[in-house]
């Protein structure tokens, strides 16, 4: 079934260590997006990606890193410079920047210790 | 820049009809996203509004008008299964949303 999956669903860590969340998506899409969510949010845009080896700063970039190698692949590092890392993780990915919907991974949670 | 409002709560009974409001301003416009998200799940597709007017899915409708920066998300016959944070988005070349309206439907 085409979709997007994310890895891990929930992910704990200590202060002061980087972890990386991963997004795979075989939908095809050209554009992938990362959001964090904090309870009783809106998402907040961290990162996004337009097509292969290219990708653009959100609103919250700061302590966060991505890579785009593969289209298929859009991983987040979440470093040990992000203040405030505990929050839900969202990877999305739609067909065009700007036009269509996005269609969202389950999720990841990152609870830092 | 972008900037998004939306009404944090709305409680409504089963049956009924809500609407919620969203107001934007935005450098650009490539249209304005409604999604549902129950507590703890990734947000799900309801509607996408790119022309003025009003556009009917079954129980749910949502409306735009790009003079005034507004929109907003009409839910009929209310179930409780609609319980859930709505979330107003908007697509400027990338897509931007809302804090989110946590709707209640009691019985």
């Known amino acids: 079934d085409g979709g997007i999956t994310q890895s891990p669903k929930y992910l704990f860590r200590k202060e002061g260590q980087n972890v990386t969340l991963s997004c795979e998506q075989n939908?095809?899409?050209?554009?992938m997006y990362w959001y964090r969510q904090d309870p009783g949010q809106g998402l907040r845009l961290i990162y996004y990606?337009?097509?292969?080896?290219?990708?653009q700063k959100g609103d919250i970039a700061e302590g966060y890193s991505v890579s785009r190698e593969k289209k298929e692949s859009f991983p987040l590092t979440v470093t040990s410079a992000q203040k405030n890392p505990t929050a839900f993780y969202l990877c999305?990915?739609?067909?065009?920047?700007?036009?269509?919907?996005?269609?969202f991974g389950e999720g990841s949670r990152l609870t830092v210790l | 820049g972008q900037n998004i409002d939306q009404p944090t709560e709305m409680t409504a009974t089963e049956g009924a009809i809500v609407q919620i409001n969203c107001t934007y301003q935005?450098?650009?416009?490539?249209?304005l996203f409604w999604y549902q998200q129950h507590a703890g799940e990734a947000p799900t597709f309801l509607s996408y509004?790119?022309?003025?007017g009003l556009e009917e899915k079954g129980r749910f409708s949502s409306f735009l008008s790009r003079s005034k920066g507004y929109s907003y998300l009409l839910l009929k016959e209310l179930q409780m299964k609609d319980s859930a944070s709505y979330l107003c988005?908007?697509?400027?070349?990338?897509?931007?949303f809302g804090a989110g309206t946590t709707v209640t439907v009691r019985a």
């Open positions: 999305a990915s739609g067909g065009q920047v700007n036009t269509g919907e996005l269609f």
């Open positions: 939908l095809n899409h050209d554009a």
């Open positions: 990606s337009q097509i292969v080896n290219d990708f």
């Open positions: 935005t450098s650009g416009f490539n249209g």
């Open positions: 509004n790119v022309l003025d």
């Open positions: 988005a908007l697509n400027d070349y990338k897509l931007s």
